[in-house]
Each structure stands twice: as structure tokens, then as C-alpha cells.
């Protein structure tokens, strides 16, 4: 609800009573069970609760609302499109994969993209200075990232992380602690609680938020989980395919 991509298929829904709902052209929430409004439609867009609250965008504001229905912070944004931004908070160019983390709150943070294009003395023209995107709690904090990482997705309280000199990945939690080193050519966002991560030659296992492995780094290929399966494959025994069993 508000990307696109085939798992986990819980992402995106809310995890409480308080769902979003469209009326008169514009978003609004209500409760599933009793149907009543809480939060009127006003928003341009809105997303559904998650960890007891949701982020709401109206014209170029960008809001994060609590299960009442208040707005504990607020903050203007740019459209992607924008020419000329200075350090401002700007929506992500997709909706994919890609853009996992955004719009939705999970341990209490939320991604958000921040960019700066500065404008040369051509008006057609532009220098993009930074485009990265940051984790900020419900109150606007920033959370720390390590020095010399870039984000690049974040997920059931796991940050994937890319290291800036050698490119390699790795996966922090939101507890500030590495449970995948960031030594790995191929780390996947976190999907319904796990990694795929691969080396250099190309084996790729499975690992859990706590850095377990669950499927050893033997195989040729190996998706994300969807739909509680697994597929992998190695040229010794060809594919097999892996059902997620619960504890």
C-alpha cells in the first residue's frame, strides 16, 4: 500500500483497527470493525498503521499520526520532479523494492529521502549535490547512521547498509548492532524476517534479523521468501524449493 512488489504480502497493511479510506478525493481513516471516521479525509495520500502510527502527505506536507489521530510531527517535502531543492525532504522517485522503508514505520522509524540540487547560472541546469535517504523516529530524530554507510533499505527493523569506499553490504538492526557484517557483494532487504546474502563467488545462503543462518551460503541462487516459500538452486542437486515454518 503504496509500493509495489509480490512479498511479504502483510507489508504495507495495518496492523490495527484504523484503516485508510478514500472519499471525496481525498484519504482519510476509519475504524474496520465500526466503520466510524477517526481522521477525516483530508490527506492527499496516506498510509496504513503500523507500530501505532502512519504517515500522511497533504500537498507538501508530510505527516506522522498517531492512533488518536493527531499529528505528533509534520514536515514539508519536495516532489521527485522538483528542480531546484536545498537539503529538502523530497519523495522517492519509485514505488518498487527499492523504495522499501518508506512511508511506513516499523520500530519506530520511517525512511525519508533527503536531496539538495542546486541550481547553476543556466536556469536549465542543475548540480545534484546529495541524494541519500536517512531512518527518522516519529518525533523527527534522526537516527544515527555508521560513518561511511549509505542506506539502502529498511524493513522489519533491519537496515541494509552499503559501505561507501568498498561498495560491500551488510545489515544493522535498528538496536544500533551488525548482525550481517558488511563484507558481502549481495544482501537483500530484510523480507518477513529474512536475508538472502551472497560472497563474491556467487553462493548465497539465508539468514535471519539476529544474523542465524538458516540456509547455508552453498547455493547458485536463491530468492526472497514469497509467499512463505523459498526457491533455491545449486548445479549439484538443481532446485528445490523451502516452506518458512513458524516456531
Known amino acids: 500500500l503504496g509500493l509495489q512488489f509480490d512479498a ?32 477525516f479525509p483530508r490527506f492527499t495520500e496516506a498510509y496504513n498503521f503500523h507500530d501505532g502510527y502512519a504517515v500522511a502527505l497533504d500537498g507538501y506536507m508530510m505527516y506522522f499520526l498517531n492512533e488518536q489521530g493527531n ?8 516532489e521527485p520532479e522538483q528542480f531546484q531543492t536545498f537539503e529538502n525532504i523530497t519523495l522517492p522517485d519509485t514505488n518498487g523494492i527499492e523504495s522499501l522503508g518508506f ?15 542546486l541550481v547553476t547560472y543556466k536556469a536549465y541546469y542543475y548540480i545534484k549535490e546529495s541524494d541519500s535517504s536517512y531512518l527518522f523516529d516519529v518525533k523527527g530524530n534522526q537516527f544515527p547512521l555508521p560513518t561511511g554507510y549509505t542506506l539502502e533499505a529498511y524493513s522489519d527493523g533491519v537496515l541494509l547498509l552499503k559501505n561507501n569506499d568498498t561498495g560491500l553490504l551488510g545489515c544493522m538492526n535498528y538496536k544500533n548492532e551488525w548482525i550481517v557484517q558488511p563484507q558481502y557483494s549481495h544482501v537483500t532487504p530484510s523480507l518477513s524476517g529474512m536475508i538472502v546474502v551472497g560472497n563474491e563467488n556467487g553462493k548465497k545462503g539465508l539468514m535471519d534479523t539476529s544474523g542465524n543462518w538458516i540456509l547455508p551460503q552453498v547455493f547458485d541462487y536463491l530468492s526472497e521468501p514469497s509467499q512463505g516459500m523459498i526457491a533455491a538452486f545449486d548445479k549439484s542437486v538443481g532446485w528445490q524449493v523451502f516452506r518458512m515454518m513458524s516456531k
Not at 71 to 78: D, F, L, P, T
Open 8 to 39: 511479504p504480502l502483510d507489508f504495507g497493511e495495518s496492523d490495527c483497527d484504523l484503516v485508510r479510506f478514500y472519499n471525496y478525493g481525498r484519504w482519510g481513516y476509519k475504524n474496520a470493525k465500526t466503520g466510524a471516521t477517526v481522521i
Open 103 to 117: 512511508y511506513y514505520f516499523s520500530h519506530g522509524l520511517t525512511r525519508i529521502r533527503i536531496r539538495q540540487n
Open 71 to 78: 499529528i505528533v510531527y509534520q514536515m514539508s517535502y519536495a
